[in-house]
């Protein structure tokens, strides 16, 4: 099931630069995208959201851009801090008669050098 | 901050035993999830659950799998009869909204099932 990829593994970056991580769906029928981070030995904590009406949602330093045409999301962080070093998760949801099944990335791991 | 909790942590079981996993879900919440993550692997939907049924399930969850909202407060995932490939972390999620809207889920901090 490749529904949803995330294809980079890891990502490195500098304190204070910013990070992208990136996400791509095969399913046209997804209308609902979230992006969730997890810590080790945590269960993934939900970050921000974006439905498919909109092509861009920005919550403080987080800011996912949707790209419709391209089935592709993208999270960006500005700026990126060690904390933000985690595994980062790109799901995906039907809306309608779906009851919130998420098809979730493989995952990226961040991390943030000081 | 309410938060969903799962008990226990880790739990060690032997090949063809029955395991209950445990959830209390955020309590103004309706809609109930379970997914597994094997190791190295993506986080998978198991299912869903709300007013007291099941709404979805994935191919994964046969059987040998059940779930129960026995008291208005804990949400439990039984397996049956275990299997080595059961052997995952589980986690329980829990979200205010549901079907038609958009909704986030937030998820416990897992069960982690060893079957040896």
């Known amino acids: 099931d490749q529904q949803v990829k995330q294809n980079s593994p890891s990502l490195s970056v500098q304190e204070g630069r910013i990070s992208i991580l990136n996400c791509d769906y095969t399913?046209?029928?997804?209308?609902?995208f979230l992006w969730y981070k997890k810590y080790p030995a945590e269960g993934p904590t939900f970050l921000i959201s974006?439905?498919?009406?909109?092509d861009k949602n920005e919550d403080g330093r987080f800011t996912v851009f949707l790209n419709k045409s391209a089935k592709h999301l993208s999270l960006h962080i500005v700026p990126s801090q060690p904390g933000d070093s985690a595994v980062y998760f790109c799901a995906a949801s039907v809306g309608g008669t779906s009851y919130g099944k998420l098809t979730f990335g493989q995952g990226t791991i961040l991390t943030v050098h000081p | 901050e309410p938060e969903v909790t799962q008990t226990p942590s880790h739990q060690v079981t032997q090949m063809g035993q029955e395991v209950i996993l445990r959830c209390v879900p955020i309590?103004?919440?309706?809609?109930f999830y379970w997914y597994r993550q094997i190791l190295g692997q993506k986080v998978e939907f198991l299912v869903s659950?709300?007013?007291?049924?099941?709404?979805?399930k994935s191919e994964i969850f046969d059987d040998q799998f059940s779930v129960e909202r026995p008291d208005g407060s804990n949400f439990t995932l039984k397996i049956r009869s275990t299997k080595l490939e059961d052997s995952a972390m589980y986690f329980c999620?829990?979200?205010?909204f549901g079907a038609g809207q958009p909704y986030e889920q937030y998820f416990g901090p897992g069960t982690r099932l060893t079957v040896t």
């Open positions: 999620a829990s979200s205010e």
């Open positions: 309590s103004n919440h309706l809609y």
């Open positions: 974006i439905s498919s009406i909109k």
């Open positions: 659950f709300y007013n007291n049924e099941i709404s979805e």
């Open positions: 399913n046209s029928m997804f209308d609902y």
